[in-house]
């Protein structure tokens, strides 16, 4: 059960808890296909076949396993090798890489996320902790949070116990003070509870909880959660 007095920080996740990331992340490779067929229309071929992507992907991964919580190094890395194998000038994938990134910050807010930031910016230090590439700035997001520390930035991800502790720190609060509030069971609910938090899971969808150790609360959306604290 949460204990509501002990909180006095919130470390919050990005991805399918402030926004849905993948129709965001559809849109992105849309506008990515498009730019190759007009810029490179080999390698456009070669990423239109998903599972020819999905192979290259995979090969990056095994080839840069110290890399592999770097989304955006890993999203260069595999238009780079798409070029290459296709034939095409691979300095192409700079350019390529900023249509996709650029895509990628167009997000569709939850209808709940810039009123549930304002309420909780107002009462807590509120830092963002994400394995994803969002650039809150580029959002427009980033005067809501005191911090914000991704996997790619930091260098380990979650659920590793680092990158919460270290936002804590950045929260100026210990660990136990610490809501963390977030949509993946293993990355968010277990990881930040191993690292000494307490822990809210936002369960837009209403799926079962299929673990052992439960989270400290469940919500169904932000609302929900700024309502604890009303």
Not at 164 to 171: K, R, T, W
Not at 190 to 197: Q, V
Request: glycine residues 6%.
């Amino acid at each position: 059960m949460l204990a509501i007095e002990k909180v006095r920080a919130i470390t919050l996740d990005l991805d399918d808890t402030l926004w849905p990331i993948w129709p965001t992340i559809a849109k992105a490779e849309k506008a990515l296909g498009t730019w190759f067929d007009e810029h490179a229309p080999a390698t456009g071929r070669l990423w239109a076949d998903l599972e020819r992507r999905r192979l290259l992907r995979e090969q990056v991964v095994r080839e840069h396993l110290d890399r592999s919580h770097d989304m955006g190094f890993m999203r260069h890395e595999s238009i780079r090798r798409a070029l290459a194998q296709s034939g095409e000038d691979e300095a192409l994938a700079g350019p390529a890489f900023e249509v996709f990134i650029a895509m990628r910050h167009q997000v569709e807010l939850y209808e709940d996320a810039q009123e549930a930031l304002a309420f909780l910016a107002e009462r807590f230090p509120v830092v963002a902790v994400s394995n994803g590439n969002a650039d809150l700035s580029r959002i427009g997001l980033a005067p809501h949070f005191r911090a914000a520390f991704s996997a790619s930035s930091f260098g380990v991800g979650k659920p590793d116990a680092r990158i919460f502790h270290a936002a804590a720190e950045a929260a100026g609060v210990p660990a136990d003070a610490v809501l963390h509030v977030g949509d993946d069971a293993l990355l968010d609910v277990l990881g930040a509870h191993a690292a000494g938090m307490q822990t809210a899971w936002v369960n837009r969808g209403e799926h079962p909880w299929m673990q052992a150790l439960r989270p400290h609360v469940q919500v169904a959306d932000l609302r929900e959660l700024c309502a604890l604290f009303s």
